[in-house]
């Protein structure tokens, strides 16, 4: 166990000067809370592997504060990568490009890319300005578990196995930052997130998903998207139609017959039918930003509450849907069930 230091803004001085030394420095960005070490120090971003008990060849993200910095980072940039960059920089895009000699191996997974993105969290900004290195950081969570976007659960998860723990409230976004490979001949969404594909068609027209987004079967580009994710210690289930919340009730009728504890994960609309059931909401059904914002807090906040089953709410796949039920999708392993199948 490491003896982990947890501070807010004010002492962020120390956590940059830690950075400097090659230590470790959770920190918050406007997506998630994320574990950072200085990228050029290879034996800081190894022990990001330990922390976090994440495979060798996921690679990591390299998190910058300034343009220049991009440069050092990067081979060949292509040129429609300064529009990319002018819209959405700083904030939930990550660009993946191909890599300069400077960044180590350890860092890209052996890969000839770089995954590299500019955070608009101004905590964030200011850490990675103050430590004058860019910054790999992953997601703050122990591997295969929801990534943290509040205070309590990025404590729960590395609180003794980083140096530095630098806190400021529960992040905006919720989700992880959208991943787009900009190093082929067309540019490819490799993770969905925050910015959606019709956001970067706006500004690029041509744009394709990675196609294991659309075929289970296909093997992603993105490391990352092929180890089991997002998983609270319960069981979730997927309820999806128009008769999700009867197909629900049932349900939960038929686990309380067998002594299962039931949680349900949805926006408000469907929760005001439960009553002496464990809910968590994920807002306003209308508010599609605030369900992303949410996720991951209440599959984690469920969890807490030690239910053996989550049965959550399906959403559309469309703009910000397709992130959340990426997510959603994979915390469930898959499982999903079709309420208009067997309630007609
Ligand atoms: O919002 C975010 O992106 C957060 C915050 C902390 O910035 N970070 C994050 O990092 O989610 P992580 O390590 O949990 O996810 C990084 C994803 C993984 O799926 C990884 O495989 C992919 O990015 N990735 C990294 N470098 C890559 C590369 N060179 N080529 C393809 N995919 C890459
Ligand atoms: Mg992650």
């Known amino acids: 166990m490491k003896k982990t230091i947890i501070i807010r803004e004010n002492r962020i001085d ?4 830690a950075l400097k030394e090659g230590k470790l420095v959770v920190f918050p ?38 343009i220049n910095q991009l440069k050092d980072l990067t081979g060949e940039i292509p040129e429609y990568a300064q529009s990319l960059i002018d819209a959405f920089w700083p904030g939930p895009l990550t660009l993946v490009m191909k ?7 350890i860092i890209t997974g052996g890969l000839d890319t ?4 500019m955070p608009s969290h101004p905590v964030a900004l200011k850490l990675i300005k103050l430590s004058g290195v860019p910054i790999a950081a992953p997601s703050a969570n122990i591997s295969g578990r929801p990534s943290p976007t ?28 959208t991943v787009l490979d900009i190093s082929g001949a067309i540019p490819q969404i490799l993770r969905p997130g925050y910015i ?19 075929d289970k079967n296909i093997t992603p580009k993105s490391p990352g998207m092929k180890y089991k994710h ?54 306003d059904a209308k508010k599609i930003s605030e369900v992303g914002n949410r996720l991951f807090r209440c599959l984690r906040d469920l969890d807490q ?14 703009g910000l849907g397709v992130a959340i039920m990426n997510r959603l999708e994979k915390a469930a392993g898959y499982h999903i069930i079709n309420s208009e199948e067997d309630m007609q």
């Open 230 to 283: 997002y998983s609270p210690k319960a069981k979730v289930i997927i309820v999806e139609g128009k008769y999700s919340r009867q197909k629900m009730t049932s349900m939960i009728d038929d686990y309380a017959e067998q002594g299962i504890k039931v949680g349900i994960m949805g926006t408000d609309e469907l929760l005001k039918g439960f009553s002496g059931v464990v809910c968590c909401s994920l807002g």
């Open 305 to 318: 509450q030690k239910v053996d089953v989550i049965l959550a709410e399906s959403f559309n796949r469309e």
């Open 114 to 117: 770089v995954a590299i993105r």
């Open 150 to 177: 509040s205070e309590i659960h990025v404590v729960e998860d590395l609180s003794g196995r980083v140096d530095y723990i630098l806190l400021a409230g529960d992040t905006s976004v919720g989700l992880e930052s």
């Open 196 to 214: 959606t594909y019709e956001d970067i068609h706006e500004i690029i027209g041509q744009l394709k998903y990675d196609l294991h987004l659309t």
């Open 14 to 17: 120390e956590a940059a000067n």
């Open 99 to 105: 890599k300069s000699d400077l960044v180590p191996e």
């Open 29 to 66: 960005t406007e997506t998630v809370y994320g574990l950072g070490a200085n990228a050029f120090d290879e034996e800081a971003v190894k022990n990001i592997f330990i922390a976090k008990g994440r495979p060798s060849d996921n690679p990591l993200i390299v998190h910058i504060a300034n």
